[in-house]
T-cell receptor, first 110, second 115 residues
Framework: QKEVEQDPGPLSVPEGAIVSLNCTYSNSAFQYFMWYRQYSRKGPELLMYTYSSGNKEDGRFTAQVDKSSKYISLFIRDSQPSDSATYLCAMRGSARQLTFGSGTQLTVLP | DSGVTQTPKHLITATGQRVTLRCSPRSGDLSVYWYQQSLDQGLQFLIQYYNGEERAKGNILERFSAQQFPDLHSELNLSSLELGDSALYFC??????????????FGSGTQLSVL
């Protein structure tokens, strides 16, 4: 079993929809949680960074962490075609190397 | 643009060969990370260097090696290449002294095809 599980999708939604992306993990030592966005043929780009449990909002993006359930989510409000990309969750404990989910491919249809 | 530069963008080679991938981190970043991304394994951490010293090792094969030079650029050497080594290789960099502020910035990757 992988340390981080992420539904690969693909996920297709109409423009303006609310998108929910999720990851579960098994390592209780993970404390730092991130979401990266990766466009085709590009490197991952950091979108959200949270420490421990709770919510963090940045514009149309909200990251949620529930450490008790070992579950993290990324919500995208008013989704746009430019949001079409692969979204990777990533997390780590005290060690610096990240463990990534396999990514969810999102397409927002105009 | 993340500020991390990777060369070459594409590399096609044959089994058994050796290649070198190069990475220049963002200005001011002391830490360099190498990741391998393949369809079946996702993004896998290989190795990290900080200011010229190896800091952490992940799932890096013995046929692979890396180093970070005094000017902070890094090279990933892949030898005795196999078909299964075909993947996208990413370099990332960070400032790295403080864990809670650490954020990785990725380059655009080197697509390696082993034929």
């Amino acid at each position: 079993q992988k340390e981080v599980e992420q539904d690969p999708g693909p996920l297709s939604v109409p423009e303006g929809a609310i998108v929910s992306l999720n990851c579960t993990y098994s390592n209780s030592a993970f404390q730092y949680f991130m979401w990266y966005r990766q466009y085709s043929r590009k490197g991952p780009e950091l979108l959200m960074y949270t420490y421990s449990s709770g919510n963090k909002e940045d514009g149309r993006f909200t990251a949620q962490v529930d450490k008790s359930s070992k579950y993290i989510s990324l919500f995208i409000r008013d989704s746009q075609p430019s949001d079409s990309a692969t979204y990777l969750c990533a997390m780590r404990g005290s060690a610096r190397q990240l463990t990534f989910g396999s990514g969810t491919q999102l397409t927002v249809l105009p | 643009d993340s500020g991390v530069t990777q060369t070459p963008k594409h590399l096609i080679t044959a089994t058994g060969q050796r290649v070198t991938l190069r990475c220049s981190p963002r200005s001011g970043d002391l830490s360099v990370y190498w990741y391998q991304q393949s369809l079946d394994q996702g993004l896998q951490f290989l190795i990290q260097y900080y200011n010229g010293e190896e800091r952490a090792k992940g799932n890096i094969l013995e046929r692979f090696s890396a180093q970070q030079f005094p000017d902070l650029h890094s090279e990933l050497n892949l030898s005795s290449l196999e078909l299964g080594d075909s993947a996208l290789y990413f370099c990332a960099s960070s400032v790295d002294p403080h864990p809670t502020n650490e954020k990785l910035f990725f380059g655009s990757g080197t697509q390696l095809s082993v034929l």
